[in-house]
Nanobody, 124 residues
Framework: QVQLVESGGGLVQAGDSLRLSCAAS????????MGWFRQAPGKEREFVAT????????YYAASVKGRFTISRDNAKNTLYLQMNSLKPEDTAVYYC?????????????????WGQGTQVTVSS
């Protein structure tokens, strides 16, 4: 199976920034669309951002638009999520995911591979 390994999470204060990374095995990044999702305690996993195969098309959840930026480096098989102006409500476990299709998707059920998750905690 395809392996996705996340890093970059941590404990920060409101207004700070974090950059999450997701390293993919094989040719995962170059051959598929990818996305970021998050899950807060007691809540279901929700969509954050998605990017297409080539990196030229992307979409964001309304709650993070203008603050978060999704990007990818296919040569390095790596997906990124730059998070600025973090808020306490951004606190969650963040997951990267990949789908076999080259086009973007916001639906959890349309992704085939998932990372282990990385904790992001934002204090007030």
């Amino acid at each position: 199976q395809v392996q996705l390994v996340e890093s970059g999470g941590g404990l920060v204060q409101a207004g700070d920034s974090l950059r999450l990374s997701c390293a993919a095995s094989g040719r995962t990044v170059s051959s598929s669309a990818m996305g970021w999702f998050r899950q807060a305690p007691g809540k279901e996993r929700e969509f954050v951002a998605t990017i297409n195969r080539s990196g030229g098309t992307f979409y964001y959840a309304a709650s993070v638009k203008g603050r978060f930026t999704i990007s990818r480096d296919n040569a390095k098989n790596t997906l990124y999520l730059q998070m600025n102006s973090l808020k306490p409500e951004d606190t969650a476990v963040y997951y990267c995911a990949a789908r076999q299709s080259s086009t973007t998707s916001y639906r959890l059920g349309e992704y085939d591979y998932w990372g282990q998750g990385t904790q992001v905690t934002v204090s007030s």
